[in-house]
């Protein structure tokens, strides 16, 4: 018999999704789906947003557009161990991070965004997601499936939050 987790019936973490390279699925919404799916081996999918259609940010904005969305995750994982999973689950759908530029065209990209209000700062993941309150793009779909959710560090929603962008 398993050992009963320390984190008892799981704890509520928040999860963006983003796609824009068809993979060997098909399209952008074919791997959104299929990720949605693999995040149920990670924990129980309580929300999903609608996906949304968005235009490239940051330092490459000359790539194809966006479909994002976010979920809402209750899982029993360690946040490291979260982070793995949901690698895992990238490269399960065809994303090799080796081979891409950092914030360049991607099948499917995975962020962990909130894991319990709590805040992490190590070489491999930073809680809350640094850029979470500056993307329309992350806020926006988070915003529809849990609005309340209060950002640990700013102390405001993720309705304030959106509310704050120009």
Known sequence: MPAPSPLGNGVLAAIALGSNLPGTLGSRQANLHAAIQALATLGTVIAVSRFIDTTPVGPTPDQPRF???????????????????????????????????????????????????????????????????????????????????????????IQQLLDTLP
């Open 67 to 157: 479909l994002n969305a976010a979920a809402l995750l209750q899982t029993t994982l360690l946040p490291l161990d979260l982070l793995d999973g949901l690698l895992h689950v990238e490269q399960s759908l065809g994303r090799d991070r080796s081979s891409t530029t950092l914030k360049g065209p991607r099948t499917l990209d995975l962020d962990l965004l909130l894991y319990n209000g709590q805040t992490l700062q190590t070489d491999r993941l930073t809680l809350p997601h640094p850029e979470l309150h500056l993307r329309r793009f992350v806020l926006q779909p988070l915003a529809e499936i849990a609005p309340n959710l209060l950002h640990p560090t700013t102390g405001l929603t």
